[in-house]
Nanobody
Framework: QVHLVESGGGLVQAGGSLRLSCSASGTILSINSMGWYRQAPGKQRELVASITSRGSTNYADSVKGRFTISRDNAKNTVSLQMNSLKFEDTAVYSC???????????????WGQGTQVTVSS
């Protein structure tokens, strides 16, 4: 079992910055990747950014150049630095991890509770 805890959401003005953090805990053997997804009202959940244990990153086109994802493998944490925020970035952001536990036979997907990010225009 894996538990993800998120922090850093809030209300900011357009052009401002926020930093989201997520920490994974539990019977973790290894984590292949961690990342952030977001979902706005009436829209489908989408990948914002992800990073593998080796440091390979992937970003949505809409956030490239503005957001930066980083990780600490030893602590099983991932962060998302969000700069130059736009109104369109308003959504619930959820942490995700693809993890292998001591009692599981394959990697499984785990999700945090979600944190609200609201950008005022």
């Amino acid at each position: 079992q894996v538990h993800l805890v998120e922090s850093g959401g809030g209300l900011v003005q357009a052009g401002g910055s926020l930093r989201l953090s997520c920490s994974a805990s539990g019977t973790i053997l290894s984590i292949n990747s961690m990342g952030w997804y977001r979902q706005a009202p009436g829209k489908q959940r989408e990948l914002v950014a992800s990073i593998t244990s080796r440091g390979s990153t992937n970003y949505a086109d809409s956030v490239k150049g503005r957001f930066t994802i980083s990780r600490d493998n030893a602590k099983n944490t991932v962060s998302l630095q969000m700069n130059s925020l736009k109104f369109e970035d308003t959504a619930v952001y959820s942490c995700h991890a693809a993890a292998l536990t001591y009692y599981g036979g394959s990697y499984s997907n785990y999700w945090g509770q979600g944190t609200q990010v609201t950008v005022s225009s």
